[in-house]
């Protein structure tokens, strides 16, 4: 049988089983769209939140002895993922200094995160020295002990060692000072 010879009720049968096909699919990609519109994308729990931080010993850009978790221990520890590519990381990097300079007994770190080496000096020399170490992570391996997926990403440590919290994207100043007091706190 070809199209000119189906009759009108066989062609309509054809299209409600499409449309009901495609309803089906469509409507819990709906759902899922709509119960999430409200969510903010920061809020997102890591598993990691709640347990000892990953230990690390990384050089710092500039060279130096290498920067320790394990000798951080009694200091609150703010670690930052980021890249001289992202625009995020160019966005949030003053308040990051600015909590440096605010909070001298919290040790921040900066994690770069899949860049140059080169481009960092760069980076670094164009925007003033950071009041905290810029490390290097060789091949990614402290990114991946971490979950990071993609930057910036900060996580907060308490002075145990213990994540407190995570935060996706772009740090503003009163977003950082308030995670920095509950790092300080050691409450997650």
């Not at 299209?15 to 994308?41: C, F, M, Q, S």
């Not at 600015?98 to 860049?115: C, H, I, K, S, T």
């Not at 164009?126 to 060789?138: E, F, I, M, W």
Request: charged fraction near 20%; proline fraction near 9%.
């Amino acid at each position: 049988m070809d199209a000119a010879t189906t009759t009108p009720a066989r062609q309509s049968r054809v299209n409600w089983k499409v449309l009901g096909a495609g309803a089906a699919v469509a409507a819990p990609l709906l759902a899922i769209l709509v119960l999430n519109l409200g969510r903010d994308p920061h809020s997102i729990r890591s598993p990691l939140v709640g347990t000892m931080a990953p230990s690390f010993a990384l050089n710092p850009i500039d060279g130096g002895a290498p920067v320790r978790l394990d000798a951080l221990k009694g200091r609150a520890v703010v670690l930052n993922f980021w890249a001289t590519w992202c625009v995020p990381c160019l966005q949030e990097h003053a308040a990051l200094a600015a909590g440096a300079r605010a909070w001298p007994d919290v040790q921040f770190a900066g994690v770069v995160y899949e860049d140059d080496e080169t481009r960092t000096r760069e980076f670094l020399a164009q925007r003033g020295a950071s009041p905290y170490p810029a490390l290097v992570d060789p091949g990614g391996k402290t990114a991946i002990a971490y979950g990071v997926f993609g930057v910036p990403e900060t996580f907060f440590i308490d002075r145990t060692g213990r994540i407190v919290e995570k935060y996706v994207g772009p740090l503003d100043p009163q977003t950082l000072s308030a995670l920095v007091r509950k790092a300080m706190a050691g409450a997650p």
